[in-house]
């Protein structure tokens, strides 16, 4: 099950975060994307089911669930 | 195939919209609809003054531009002229409740054969977070930096309540996208107007509650929360009317 | 050729039953309520749509949409009316959006009378929205000239892509008169055009039709080309100038006071004073050329106005203040009469 994040897409909102069941979404302050947004992040990518609430709760359609 | 991916009618486009601002998630389950219709060849959208004026770019399907508060005029316009085309107008409270209230009231009570999905997030965002006619009692606003007196500024507006009461509605249904279920719900109830569209049974409106981080001065999942605390209980959801009177 | 006896206002809408026209989109106000009307009973025999909206506003944006989509169609109204769809014609012309607009002048401002008046010129040559906006505006002054110039009208407005209003006045909307449409011509099938919005079909790409333009460069770009193409529009003014070769003074009139010239100028014609008359039939552009070459000989200009005086402006402004203007207007609702007209020939003669 595979968490992508389009990168430039992201702005940082956090949403997905508060709808991830398995809190493993949090932001990462090492890089900023072309907007100058920080962006999401998936800390553990064992632990994510596929379930897409991320995806389902992103307001830039910028989370893909492979 | 992902399990969860862009859908063709969502132009592939960065959007202006503030981070956290739920309009991109409507965009996305109106397109999701489209696709799943098969209609984005077919649909004309008519999107007025507003944060959601500039839909014309993200959704693939024709668009004509309208007037603050014209929307429900512009959509009649295109459906009387076009009956065999699937049209959507896309307002925000301001645009349908405010301003466009006589248009969008007698578009309903004509039952004209085209779906007004009007997304509340009780207050004007593009032109910086002023009052809307749903914004809530005690609300701050630009122009209630006070919070809202009803003494003064009246009462939010119900609308599907209101709009329940025209006997050319088919469908009067207010959902929201604040989290994953309500968004499933509030696709559900956009493709069932469109399908009530496409069988040209009258007019069908939704309503959807949604946030604006921006101007409500909080961050984007604060929003949400606020929206469930304080938006739901006044606006409640659900189906507040179904059927069109023949 | 066959001439029935029509009413003005529904003799414009026959017309544009005949001209293609395929939506109807008004709200009830005298004097022009008889357009509407007619409508009603005959637009769908020719599978056209007749819709009574909720306000003048909301009807000027269902033209609106409805001619976003390549659909011809028009509305009526008059000078109150024309006032709440002066938004949506700006938006109009801001989307190059084309539709025929009736509108019957009537005696204001407010709420004023039902009586005939032409205080509106200004409002459709000058006033007819927010920005730049200038759009054709035709006045007839007889009902057969409504029908012929409302047949024009369709075609004149999808040929520049622009309103084009026809301007009347209480009075040529009510009277009757004998009216020819021509031969029954068969209707030609229209194809949708290629800007309209029409539903991509999977087949190009998708469209946008908006007045919105944020970027000083796409604005200005639009602007200039609309002007390049009213350009077009100035080489279709049309006018009539009668015994003006000779004449001392020109009157000039448009609409109704244009025939109430024609017997001021028999009369002092018949008393020996030498009178020509001018008649704007595009009222914009103002047909600067023919006026000033109907009035070069001319030692003075009468303007005739249902009003305080709006077309005279536009009258100097064209004869570039080369000779003395005058201005002779009834307001209110009254007609002004040819004896008058003559009295007013007579007290600038003396001053000759």
Known sequence: MKFKLDFERCKGCEVCASACPKKILQMQHERINKSGYNTIACIDESACTGCALCATMCPDCAIIIE | MPKFSRPKSLVDKQTHFCPGCLHGIIHRIIAEVIDELDVEGTTIGVFPVGCGVFGYWYLGCDTVSASHGRACAVATGVKRARPDRLVFSYQGDGDMMAIGT????????????????????????????????????????????????????????????????????????????????????????????????????????????????????????????????NMIPYYPLGVTKEGAVK | MKKTLMKGNEAIAEAAIRAGCKCYFGYPITPQNEIGAYLSQHLHKKGGTFLQAESEIGAINMVYGCAATGTRCMTSSSSPGISLKTEGISYMVGADLPCVIVSVQRGGPGLGTIQPSQADYMQATKALGHGDVHVPVFAPCSVQEMVDITTEAFDLADEFLTPVVILLDGLLGQMMEPVSFGDD?????????????????????????????????????????????????????????????????????????????????????????KIGTFRPITVAPFPDKQIKAACKNAKQVLVVEMSLGQMVHDVKAALEFSVPVEFYGRQGGFVPGPEEIFEKIKEMTVSL
């Open chain 3, 185 to 273: 011509a068969v209707e030609q099938k229209r194809e949708y055009p290629d800007w309209a919005v029409t539903g991509h079909e999977n087949k190009r790409e998708y469209r946008n039709i908006t007045s919105l333009r944020l970027h000083p460069e796409e604005l200005e770009e639009t602007l200039i080309a609309r002007q390049a193409r009213m350009e077009g529009v100035k080489a279709r003014t049309r006018s009539q100038a009668v015994n003006c070769e000779d004449a001392d003074i020109v009157v000039v009139a448009y609409g109704t006071t244009a025939r109430v010239i024609q017997s001021a100028m028999e009369m002092a014609r018949a008393e020996g004073f």
């Open chain 2, 102 to 229: 006589g248009e969008a009231i007698h578009a309903a009570a004509r039952g004209e054969n085209f779906t007004s999905i009007f997304v509340n997030n009780a207050i004007y965002g593009m032109t910086g977070g002023q009052m809307a006619p749903t914004s809530m009692p005690g609300q701050k606003t630009q122009t209630t930096p006070f919070g809202r007196d009803t003494a003064a500024a009246g009462f939010p507006i119900k609308s599907v309540e209101m709009f329940a009461t025209l006997d050319g509605v088919a469908l009067a249904q207010r959902v929201s996208v604040h989290d994953a279920k309500h968004v499933r719900e509030a696709k559900a109830a956009i493709k069932k107007a469109f399908e009530i569209q496409l069988r040209g049974e009258g007019f069908s409106v939704i309503e959807v509650l949604s946030t604006c981080p921006t101007n409500w001065g909080m961050t984007p999942t604060n929003s949400i929360k606020w929206l469930e605390e």
